[in-house]
């Protein structure tokens, strides 16, 4: 057959570590995608800003008087090439001649020689500042300055030698010329794309390199956090290797306070575990032992049946002692049986049950069965039927079990009276017997599984009886008590169950 293996399933460890990365890696993820998009709204308002102030000051320097413009025009433009961000693509055109800069970088289709009387066919380029509030005109601080501008400074797309390109174009008139000239300013798009490109790549190399090193501190930190768990598993497993049945969890005193509580219900469920093993090995050691001796009769007269037949003396002798040798195997199976049944906490109904009906009909059936030279009486002390919490087949089996008992170890020609009453919250059973009794002194050891009182004889008993009652009495949530007798002679048992009210 083939046996096909389970996945092993991940450590507490890393499941934490990854409970804890991926919102990390999903908020660095997030934070990257918002940097580069602000970065590419910035980049690009950066240089259309750029652009714009390079054509305006290459537009006030052809709006100086000629004599200053061949010296103003020249230092114009090699401050736009060694400023921050250079400025080195330009053309300055007079109709449809290049008279400064890239012939290459042409006008706009709607760029005349001569003004139309239209000012401003395209909407002037402004920016937000958030800062201060310059009040310009149509960009210029000086209202001088834009008088001779048809055409305030704007942005177009365009193309330069086939290659895309962002362009600021100003249209003016130049001082001491009649016609108009067309300055313009262009940027290649794919250096923006470049810077862009670049510095998203450290943008998230940067955050993958964040995630990586908490990657590390958080594997350390949990391993830290999971130490005193890790140390009980060890423990744990050890005890599996090497099993011992006084095994017991050890937290140290550095250990989480959250641990204590697990760690202490653990070593009290090993205990009840312990307890409950010894418990058991001793019932079956004494069980064995009590089913033994029954076993050994019945084999002994079966031998002497063997030896002399079954219609000699010693025959009849033993068959006269089989039935009881049976008899005794056959009643300790039985409460062995009760006493497995009566342990059994599950499925057990409390519940108000008429108790006066259940005594006395335990009473009436055991004294149809009893020995003749018994003589068994019943008395209710109550007025009325005595209600009780409780179930009713429990109790009829518990007060019929004190009731064997009495019959069982009485004196020949004794009796046993049942008295049933009620005394406040209680209603009680008494089980009272004309036997030799239970000195006080051995009254606790009785309820023990398998003790016989000594000097007594108990050829007849298997000692189970009193602990068997006792645990139907915990199961009904009963009160079982031994105490002298009512006359003074013999065992007085006592139950007493919680009244139901009227």
């Given at each position: 057959?083939?046996?096909?293996?389970?996945?092993?399933?991940?450590?507490?460890?890393?499941?934490l570590?990854?409970a804890?990365?991926?919102?990390?890696?999903?908020?660095?993820l997030?934070?990257?995608?918002?940097?580069?998009?602000?970065?590419?709204?910035?980049?690009?308002?950066t240089?259309?800003?750029?652009?714009?102030?390079?054509?305006?000051?290459l537009?006030?320097?052809?709006?100086?008087?000629?004599?200053?413009?061949?010296?103003?025009?020249?230092?114009?433009?090699?401050?736009l090439?060694?400023?921050?961000r250079?400025?080195?693509?330009?053309?300055?055109?007079?109709?449809?001649?290049?008279?400064?800069?890239?012939?290459?970088?042409?006008?706009?289709?709607?760029?005349a020689?001569?003004?139309?009387?239209?000012?401003?066919?395209?909407?002037?380029?402004?920016f937000?500042?958030?800062?201060?509030?310059?009040?310009?005109?149509?960009?210029?601080?000086?209202?001088?300055?834009?008088?001779?501008?048809?055409?305030?400074?704007?942005?177009?797309?365009?193309?330069?030698?086939?290659?895309?390109?962002?362009?600021?174009t100003?249209?003016?008139r130049?001082?001491?010329?009649?016609?108009?000239?067309?300055?313009?300013?262009?940027?290649?798009?794919?250096?923006?794309?470049?810077?862009?490109?670049?510095?998203?790549?450290?943008?998230?190399?940067?955050?993958?390199?964040?995630?990586?090193?908490?990657?590390?501190?958080?594997?350390?930190?949990?391993?830290?956090?999971?130490?005193?768990?890790?140390?009980?598993?060890?423990?744990?497993?050890?005890?599996?290797?090497?099993?011992?049945?006084?095994?017991r969890l050890?937290a140290?005193?550095?250990?989480?306070?959250?641990?204590?509580?697990?760690?202490?219900?653990?070593?009290?469920?090993?205990?009840?575990?312990?307890?409950?093993?010894?418990?058991?090995?001793?019932?079956?050691?004494?069980?064995?032992?009590?089913?033994?001796?029954?076993?050994?009769?019945?084999?002994?007269?079966?031998?002497?049946?063997?030896?002399?037949?079954?219609?000699?003396?010693?025959?009849?002798?033993?068959?006269?002692?089989?039935?009881?040798?049976?008899?005794?195997?056959?009643?300790?199976?039985?409460?062995?049986?009760?006493?497995?049944?009566?342990?059994?906490?599950?499925g057990?109904?409390l519940?108000?049950?008429?108790?006066?009906?259940?005594?006395?009909?335990?009473?009436?059936?055991r004294a149809?069965?009893?020995?003749?030279n018994?003589?068994?009486?019943y008395?209710d002390?109550?007025?009325?039927?005595?209600?009780?919490?409780?179930?009713?087949?429990?109790?009829?089996?518990l007060?019929g079990?004190l009731?064997?008992?009495?019959?069982?170890?009485?004196?020949?020609?004794?009796?046993?009276?049942?008295?049933l009453?009620?005394?406040?919250?209680?209603?009680?059973?008494?089980i009272?017997?004309?036997?030799?009794?239970?000195?006080?002194?051995?009254?606790?050891?009785v309820?023990?599984?398998?003790?016989?009182?000594r000097?007594q004889?108990?050829?007849?008993?298997t000692?189970?009886?009193?602990?068997?009652?006792?645990?139907?009495a915990?199961?009904?949530?009963?009160?079982?008590?031994?105490?002298?007798?009512?006359?003074?002679?013999?065992?007085?048992?006592?139950?007493?169950?919680?009244a139901?009210?009227?």
């Amino acid at each position: 057959m083939l046996h096909v293996r389970s996945p092993r399933a991940p450590s507490l460890r890393v499941r934490l570590t990854g409970a804890v990365m991926l919102p990390l890696a999903a908020l660095v993820l997030f934070f990257g995608v918002v940097t580069v998009l602000v970065t590419h709204n910035t980049e690009a308002d950066t240089v259309d800003r750029v652009l714009v102030g390079s054509v305006r000051t290459l537009s006030l320097a052809y709006d100086s008087p000629p004599q200053d413009r061949v010296r103003l025009v020249p230092l114009a433009i090699h401050l736009l090439k060694r400023r921050a961000r250079p400025v080195v693509h330009y053309s300055v055109y007079r109709g449809a001649r290049a008279i400064a800069g890239d012939a290459a970088l042409l006008p706009p289709a709607d760029y005349a020689r001569q003004w139309n009387g239209v000012t401003d066919a395209h909407a002037p380029a402004t920016f937000y500042n958030a800062y201060r509030e310059h009040r310009l005109v149509r960009g210029y601080l000086e209202p001088a300055d834009a008088q001779a501008v048809t055409q305030a400074a704007y942005l177009r797309d365009g193309t330069l030698r086939g290659k895309p390109v962002r362009i600021a174009t100003e249209i003016r008139r130049a001082a001491g010329d009649d016609g108009l000239i067309a300055i313009q300013i262009a940027d290649y798009v794919d250096d923006r794309a470049a810077f862009e490109k670049n510095f998203t790549l450290r943008v998230f190399l940067v955050g993958l390199a964040a995630l990586a090193v908490t990657g590390l501190l958080f594997w350390w930190a949990i391993h830290w956090g999971l130490r005193p768990l890790l140390d009980m598993t060890q423990q744990v497993e050890q005890a599996r290797q090497d099993a011992s049945p006084s095994f017991r969890l050890q937290a140290s005193q550095t250990a989480p306070v959250e641990m204590r509580p697990f760690v202490a219900a653990f070593n009290g469920l090993m205990a009840r575990l312990d307890r409950a093993a010894d418990s058991l090995r001793q019932f079956t050691s004494n069980a064995s032992h009590q089913m033994r001796t029954p076993l050994a009769v019945a084999r002994v007269q079966l031998d002497v049946l063997d030896r002399y037949g079954p219609e000699s003396p010693q025959g009849q002798a033993a068959l006269q002692d089989i039935p009881y040798a049976i008899d005794s195997l056959e009643q300790l199976l039985r409460q062995l049986i009760a006493l497995a049944r009566s342990e059994d906490q599950e499925g057990t109904l409390l519940e108000p049950f008429d108790l006066s009906e259940v005594t006395s009909s335990v009473t009436a059936d055991r004294a149809a069965l009893a020995p003749a030279n018994i003589d068994i009486s019943y008395e209710d002390e109550s007025e009325g039927a005595v209600t009780a919490i409780g179930e009713p087949r429990l109790a009829a089996e518990l007060i019929g079990n004190l009731l064997d008992n009495a019959i069982r170890y009485n004196r020949p020609g004794g009796a046993v009276s049942v008295h049933l009453g009620r005394r406040g919250e209680n209603a009680f059973v008494e089980i009272d017997d004309t036997g030799p009794g239970i000195p006080a002194e051995e009254r606790e050891r009785v309820w023990e599984r398998f003790y016989r009182v000594r000097g007594q004889s108990q050829a007849s008993g298997t000692g189970l009886g009193l602990p068997i009652a006792r645990a139907l009495a915990e199961r009904l949530g009963a009160r079982v008590t031994l105490g002298d007798g009512r006359t003074g002679q013999g065992l007085c048992a006592r139950v007493e169950f919680s009244a139901a009210a009227a």
